[in-house]
C-alpha cells in the first residue's frame, strides 16, 4: 500500500506543482482523492495504469479539486478503459459531471456510479472503510478517512507442516481466518497464524481550517495528510480564505495523536516547502512536505 502525490498546489499550478490530487494504491486498486485540472498528466507519469479498480474521493467543487476529473474520464475512455469507476463527493458532483460530459459532448467506454455524501461511513467492504467528516472551508468541504480493517496474523509455516497441512487451498482458507477440516480433525485459524495485525488508518483532510471535530476524526492516523496552504506569519490570510497553516497542521496532528504528518496544498507564493517543514517540526516530531510524485510507502 503506498500513497502517491499527484499534486501539491493550492488553487493555481506553479512550475514544480500541479493541482490536489492523491492517490492511495492498494492490492491494485487506486483510491483516488480530488482531481485537479490536468491530473491526467501527472496521473500519467506515476504510471499506476488507467485500467485498475479505481474510486474518486471529491473534497469539495472548487475548480483546483475537481475540474480534473473531466481530463480523466475522457483520457481513460481513449485508453479503453472498461473497469467501472465510482465517484464520490458533496451535492452537485452528479450535476457537475453529466452537465459537462453533455456539453463537451464525450462518450464513455466504461460505467460510471456517483454518490452523493454526508458525514458518514460512505464505503464498506471487507478490506476497508471510507468515512466522511464535513470540513471548515468556505464552500461545503469534507474530508476523509481510510480506515483497514485488522488483518490476520501472520502465517506459521513451521506450524502448518507440523500440523500435516498440505501447502495450497487448505493453507489460504486458514489465512483467511477459515476452520479446515484435515484427517477428521478440525484445525482453527488461530493455531497457525500470529497475532491480528492492525489496520492502517490514513487521513486526508482536503481544504479546510483545523476544527476539533477534525481532530477527533483523525484520531490515530497513522498517517495524515493536512492543508498547510500557509504558513504562521499569513495565519490571517489563512482565515480569510478558511485554510490552515503548517502551525496549525502540526498543532492538530499532534494534538490528534498523529503518528506521521504530510504537510500539502501550498500556496504558489511559496518557492519551496522549506519553512513549512521547520514550522510544523517545532510542534510535530514527524512531518515531511509533499511534492509532486512523491511516493510514500504505507507500512
Not at 494504491?25 to 485498475?52: C, H, P, T, V
Not at 456539453?103 to 464498506?124: A, C, M, Q, R, W
Not at 480433525?185 to 497464524?193: A, G, M, N, S, Y
Request: hydrophobic letters at 35%; aromatic letters at 8%; proline letters at 2%.
Amino acid at each position: 500500500m503506498k500513497l502517491v502525490f499527484l499534486g501539491t498546489s493550492a488553487a493555481q499550478p506553479t512550475e514544480n506543482r500541479g493541482l490536489s490530487c492523491i492517490c492511495l494504491e492498494r492490492e491494485g486498486e487506486i483510491l483516488m482523492f480530488d482531481a485537479g485540472e490536468a491530473a491526467q498528466i501527472s496521473y500519467m507519469k506515476s504510471g499506476l495504469g488507467w485500467n485498475k479498480k479505481m474510486k474518486i474521493f471529491v473534497t469539495h467543487l472548487h475548480g483546483d479539486h475537481c475540474v480534473g476529473i473531466l481530463g480523466l474520464l475522457q483520457t481513460m475512455s481513449m485508453q479503453n478503459r472498461t473497469e467501472t469507476l465510482e465517484i464520490f463527493g458533496p451535492s452537485g458532483i452528479e450535476e457537475f459531471i453529466a452537465a459537462n460530459i453533455k456539453v463537451l459532448n464525450f462518450g464513455l467506454s466504461f460505467p460510471v456510479l456517483i454518490n452523493t455524501i454526508k458525514d458518514e461511513k460512505i464505503f464498506e467492504n471487507e478490506k476497508f472503510s471510507i468515512r466522511a467528516c464535513k470540513a471548515n472551508h468556505s464552500i461545503v468541504a469534507y474530508s476523509y478517512l481510510f480506515e483497514e480493517k485488522d488483518k490476520p496474523g501472520r502465517f506459521n509455516v513451521k506450524k502448518a507442516k507440523e500440523l500435516g497441512i498440505p501447502e495450497g487451498d487448505l493453507w489460504n482458507k486458514l489465512q483467511n481466518g477459515k476452520e479446515i477440516i484435515i484427517n477428521e480433525k478440525t484445525i482453527k485459524p488461530e493455531q497457525v497464524l500470529g497475532e491480528k495485525r492492525r489496520g492502517k488508518k490514513i487521513g486526508i483532510s482536503g481544504d479546510t481550517m483545523p476544527t476539533q471535530e477534525l481532530e477527533k476524526f483523525f484520531e490515530e492516523c497513522d498517517y495524515l495528510v493536512f492543508d498547510s496552504t500557509f504558513l504562521d506569519t499569513e495565519k490571517q490570510k489563512a482565515q480569510d480564505t478558511c485554510h490552515s497553516t503548517a502551525k496549525q497542521a502540526a498543532t492538530l496532528g499532534k494534538n490528534a495523536n498523529v503518528r506521521n504528518l504530510i504537510l500539502t496544498h501550498f500556496s504558489a507564493r511559496y518557492k519551496d516547502e522549506v519553512e513549512h517543514l521547520n514550522e510544523a517540526k517545532e510542534i510535530h516530531n514527524s512531518v515531511i512536505t509533499a511534492r509532486d510524485l512523491l511516493e510514500i510507502e504505507i507500512k
